[in-house]
């Protein structure tokens, strides 16, 4: 099954059992900035400077991408300076929203209702299909512990998770001293076309800049 690289993010985050989502406030940037990337690897999307564009309307043929791009589309069309950062605090919200529908249509997860003291409605998204998610942690750990050479996409979501400083949820068995490095390393390197690479680094400079303002606001 092919998921997108913000759904990849998405799996990663859910816990499995209690399919409550961790680092709850970078994963939702990751989520948005992982869309976002999703929709310039196809060509649909341009990123530079700091901006985005829509280069190309033609439907993708993923429900969850088309919507985003359709919003998207309208957003820059009323928005002269479109900024990246503007648009992913716009869309967080809502794509995270959708990314975990769109997880539990394909089967991936669960939803589950709870109300908190009895009172307050929670919900929560166990894991239901682990096999999409066993592949991907299979193939990070290989490109990032063992060494392994990453494809363009792996290198794309590596970049992500780096970026908003998700080693954690990535890697919840390995100290993080073990694998920065070599994310970093991966996130920088020669990989993709220069057009990926530069939004990757203005995404990155966002999620970097909002997850160290969210560690200052708990500590």
């Given at each position: ?79 002269r300076s479109a900024k990246v950062t503007d648009w992913l605090a716009k869309d967080q919200p809502t794509v995270v929203r959708a ?62 998770l780096h970026g908003a400083r998700l080693y954690g949820i990535a890697f919840p068995d390995v100290p993080r001293k073990e694998i ?40």
């Open positions: 099954m092919s998921v997108s690289l913000g759904e990849e993010v998405m799996l990663l985050s859910l816990d499995d059992e209690s399919g409550v989502a961790k680092d709850r406030a970078s994963a939702g940037w990751a989520v948005a900035g992982g869309t976002l990337l999703e929709l310039v690897v196809r060509d649909r999307v341009r990123v530079a400077s700091g901006k985005v564009s829509v280069t190309d309307t033609t439907p993708t043929g993923d429900a969850l991408l088309d919507e985003r791009l359709d919003r998207l589309g309208e957003w820059v069309r009323r928005h990314t975990v529908r769109r997880l539990c249509e394909r089967g991936l997860v669960v939803e589950e209702k709870h109300r908190t003291l009895g009172l307050f409605p929670v919900r929560r998204y166990p894991e239901a299909d682990c096999t999409v998610e066993r592949e991907l942690r299979d193939r990070l750990h290989r490109v990032v512990v063992q060494g392994a050479r990453p494809d363009n996409r792996t290198s794309a979501l590596i970049a992500l920065e490095p070599r994310m970093a390393v991966i996130a920088e390197g020669e990989w993709a076309a220069d057009s990926v690479r530069r939004a990757i680094r203005d995404m990155q400079a966002t999620m970097a800049a909002v997850t160290a303002a969210t560690i200052l606001a708990v500590t």
